[in-house]
């Protein structure tokens, strides 16, 4: 594994000394600031990139998942993150497998579908090793191909039909907080938090949080979140709006999921149109800031503040 990370930093140390510095848009510090990122990528360990591979052989075809647990009960689709030992981190092949789920589960005939964690974490947003699997192409590629997959996994969300609910489990970071603002419901255990470090990380808003954030909880507290990274316990994100109800962590699961199962006998046909009314004003205005989101993501994530985070938290000198 160390291999083939070698061989793509080799590749993209040719490309880079093949290219003046001119064209490359950079400045010398940043290109240096590259450069040691991609050495750190070579030098890690095999475990990032394994977890961010497809296995052959996984049979989307059958529904399975290698980061996800879907069941289908009781009316209710259940799509579950299941890398508890990575706090739940979206890996790249993870992203598709949600991408892949949500939209069966809009086909499939349950009437609602419910987004959870498994462990101690809801998920700790993106899998931060998601950037040490640089293509041929260079850290430009990289960034572009994110900022596709971050448009078209943040569209599925979007465009998602039925009511969809989080059950958010324990502390949730990154995008797996932004998106809920896309959600129609949130129920949150007393142990979960709200945290989106982006300034932290030398990155910026995604998942609509720079438009469904301000909306849902005034622009003040949408400023402290996004800019200011305020981590919220599960009581004050219900408080701006952003949870829907709070249970104590004892009887959370019993609690929420009794409730799902009386609501998931609703007629469906009701909830997906009431859904549509509530939302589809919106949707135009979400994806075009979708696109804007993503689009400014892409440069972020060749920032000199981005990569010397990465860095930091890949070589385990910081975390959140
Ligand atoms: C690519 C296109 C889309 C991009 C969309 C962009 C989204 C932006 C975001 O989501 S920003 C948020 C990114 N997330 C983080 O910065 C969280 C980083 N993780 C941490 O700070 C900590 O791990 C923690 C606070 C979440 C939990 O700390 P704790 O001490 O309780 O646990 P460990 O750190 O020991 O975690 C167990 C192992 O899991 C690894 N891990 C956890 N989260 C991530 C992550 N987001 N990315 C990669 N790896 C993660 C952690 O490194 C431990 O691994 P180890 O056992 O090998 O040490």
Redesign the pocket.
């Known amino acids: 594994m160390a291999g083939v990370a070698g061989r793509l930093a080799r590749r993209w140390c040719r490309s880079a000394v093949r290219r003046p510095l001119k064209d490359l848009a950079i400045c010398p510090n940043q290109e240096t600031a590259r450069q040691n990122y991609v050495d750190l990528v070579s030098s890690l360990t095999s475990?990032s990139e394994s977890s961010t591979q497809v296995k052959p052989g996984a049979d989307r075809g059958q529904q399975e998942y290698e980061n996800l647990v879907v069941t289908s009960e009781d009316g209710i689709t259940k799509i579950m993150f299941n890398r508890p030992?990575?706090?739940n981190?979206i890996s790249?092949q993870m992203?598709q497998e949600i991408m892949l789920a949500l939209k069966a589960a809009s086909k499939d005939d349950s009437t609602i579908t419910v987004v959870t964690g498994n462990g101690d974490y809801y998920c700790?947003?993106?899998?931060?090793?998601?950037f040490t699997d640089i293509p041929p192409g260079g850290v430009e590629e990289k960034a572009k191909q994110?900022a596709i997959?971050?448009r078209d996994f943040v569209g599925t969300f979007i465009d998602f039909p039925k009511p969809l609910v989080a059950v958010v489990n324990g502390p949730a970071?990154?995008?797996s907080v932004t998106i809920l603002g896309l959600f129609d419901a949130v129920y949150a255990s007393d142990r979960a938090t709200f945290h989106t470090?982006?300034s932290h990380?030398g990155?910026s808003p995604?998942g609509c949080a720079s438009y469904t954030f301000p909306k849902i909880m005034g622009p003040a507290k949408a400023t402290e979140m996004l800019i200011f990274g305020k981590k919220l316990t599960a009581g004050e994100a219900c408080a701006q709006g952003l949870v829907t109800e709070v249970f104590p962590d004892s009887t959370f699961q019993k609690e929420v999921w009794t409730r799902l199962k009386a609501y998931s006998k609703l007629p469906p046909n009701s909830m997906r149109i009431s859904k549509q009314v509530i939302r589809n004003m919106e949707k135009e205005k979400l994806h075009a800031v979708n696109a804007e989101e993503s689009s400014v993501l892409q440069e972020r994530w060749l920032s000199d503040e981005c990569i010397n985070a990465t860095m930091n938290?890949l070589s385990k000198k910081a975390?959140?």
């Open positions: 475990s030992t990575r706090k981190a790249t992203y700790s947003g993106n899998d931060l090793a998601n994110s997959m971050l970071v990154g995008i470090p982006f990380l990155l995604e938290f975390k959140l």
